[in-house]
């Protein structure tokens, strides 16, 4: 059995949790979100905590039971207290601002590069060059962050680029003159 998927699952206060016909509707202070439970594995819920049980004894299932109990807590965490992830944005001219839902980017390229923040997560800019993004939602955060730093990776020779906050660039050494 998966170790993970064996924990027990807390549910915090003030967050309602409802589970019907293979369909999880979890609603807190910060939002609602729903998931549809893959057929391998059940959930029960009682006295304040989730338990993933399996149905069948395979190794897909014991693999699924930990990747459930994952999303669940995740949903149960990001309806009570969201999640949060942060991007720096290093070079010379570099800067990004937030107009409405859509982030513009001054990235170096000869026109701006606009992004429109998908519904549920929101932006904030720090100094020009710090995006905070935040949601109730991690798999679509990440998907978002991800699609921001796409638009300039950081590059090892100088770091220029988009990077997660916790990210370190490991810098290359430039060419050397020899004769």
């Known amino acids: 059995m998966s170790r993970v998927g064996k924990k027990p699952i807390p549910i915090p206060a003030n967050t309602k949790i409802v589970y019907k016909d293979r369909s999880l509707v979890v609603e807190g202070k910060n939002g609602k979100l729903s998931r549809t439970i893959h057929p391998d594995v059940d959930l029960k819920i009682d006295k304040g905590v989730v338990n993933v049980q399996l149905t069948l004894e395979?190794?897909?299932?014991?693999?699924?039971?930990?990747?459930?109990r994952s999303l669940v807590a995740n949903m149960l965490t990001g309806v009570s207290q969201g999640f949060e992830r942060v991007l720096e944005i290093n070079g010379i001219g570099y800067r990004a601002e937030l107009k409405g839902k859509i982030l513009v980017f001054q990235l170096g390229f000869s026109s701006p590069k606009e992004f429109q923040l998908p519904a549920g997560i929101n932006a904030a800019v720090e100094k020009n060059t710090t995006v905070k993004l935040s949601g109730i939602d991690k798999e679509e955060l990440g998907r978002t962050a991800a699609a921001i730093r796409r638009l300039r990776p950081p590059e090892p020779y100088k770091g220029k680029g988009i990077k997660y906050a916790e990210e370190r660039i490991q810098k290359k050494a430039g060419k050397t003159g020899t004769k």
């Open 58 to 68: 395979t190794k897909n299932s014991r693999a699924l039971q930990g990747l459930t």
